[in-house]
């Protein structure tokens, strides 16, 4: 669908982007706020402010984010960095669509 020509492409190919956008964005957006979150947890431990319940939490945020990794390869992306290199190839190829409309 990322090949067709903007004049090609149907009023579905738009919306079926759309949705695909939408939802590896929401992927995006959710395994970015447990990254940042892990990281907030390991600044802590470095400055020996950890507790146990830290502990079990970045263990969990770490199980989410295996998790939300197996999603990403499940839609058909090898990693954060290629699906957000794909979220802005989808995001310019709406737009340019819409444009040609």
Same mark, same amino acid.
């Given at each position: 669908?990322?090949?067709? =020509?903007?004049?090609?492409?149907?009023?579905? &190919?738009?919306?079926? @982007?759309?949705?695909?956008?939408?939802?590896?964005?929401?992927? @995006? !957006? !959710?395994? *970015? *706020?447990?990254?940042?979150?892990?990281? %907030?947890? %390991?600044?802590?431990?470095? &400055?020996?402010? /950890?507790?146990?319940?830290?502990?079990? +939490?970045?263990?969990?945020?770490? &199980?989410?984010? *295996? !998790?939300? &990794?197996?999603?990403?390869?499940?839609? /058909?992306?090898? /990693?954060? !960095?290629?699906?957000?290199?794909?979220? +802005?190839?989808?995001?310019?190829?709406? %737009?340019? =669509?819409?444009?040609?409309?």
């Amino acid at each position: 669908m990322l090949n067709k =020509s903007p004049l090609q492409r149907t009023v579905q &190919d738009v919306q079926d @982007l759309q949705d695909r956008t939408e939802q590896l964005n929401t992927v @995006l !957006e !959710e395994r *970015a *706020a447990l990254q940042t979150r892990l990281n %907030e947890i %390991e600044a802590l431990q470095a &400055d020996h402010m /950890g507790t146990p319940q830290l502990l079990t +939490e970045m263990l969990e945020i770490n &199980d989410q984010l *295996a !998790e939300m &990794d197996d999603k990403l390869r499940s839609m /058909g992306y090898d /990693g954060v !960095e290629q699906a957000q290199i794909k979220l +802005e190839q989808m995001k310019d190829t709406i %737009e340019e =669509s819409v444009r040609r409309c």
